[in-house]
């Protein structure tokens, strides 16, 4: 039962970015279709990803997962591919920082995972819902 509570609090930290955005810049009044702003997507993803590793999903004494990835895939595609990048930067610097060296191994299949959200990514703003599904 504790691991599900994890994960619906992984979920919310999830869910908490898309709102916040909704709220704050689409919800505005705007003549035309509103502009991305990535800076505020960075912001948002930057913030969740610091609090959903604040907060993983322990499986065991010395494993937990976190959805992090998530927050990282969505930060490339809406956010562009520098702010993504500063973004995996910052959680490789989190995680040395909360967990340590030794938690850093799964990086680099982080890294490689983020290969197609990258080459999408230019293209998402102009992809139909149905497409983006």
């Known amino acids: 039962m504790l ?7 992984q979920f919310a930290i999830i869910i908490i970015p898309v709102f916040l955005y909704e709220m704050f810049w689409l919800s505005r009044y705007h003549n035309t279709s509103p502009k991305q702003n990535r800076i505020l997507v ?11 590793l604040l907060y993983p999903i322990h499986i065991s004494e010395n494993m937990a997962i976190t959805f992090s990835i ?17 973004i995996i930067l910052t959680k ?14 799964s990086f680099p299949f982080e890294v490689i ?21």
């Open 3 to 9: 691991q599900l509570k994890d994960l619906l609090i």
């Open 70 to 86: 998530l927050l990282i895939y969505s930060s490339i595609l809406y956010g562009g591919r520098l702010i993504g990048t500063i």
């Open 42 to 52: 960075g912001f948002l993803t930057f913030f969740n990803i610091f609090i959903c």
């Open 113 to 133: 995972s983020c290969i197609l959200p990258f080459i999408v990514s230019p293209h998402w703003v102009s992809f139909s819902k149905r497409k983006k599904f």
């Open 92 to 105: 490789a610097v989190f995680v040395y920082l909360l967990y340590g060296l030794a938690s850093l191994k």
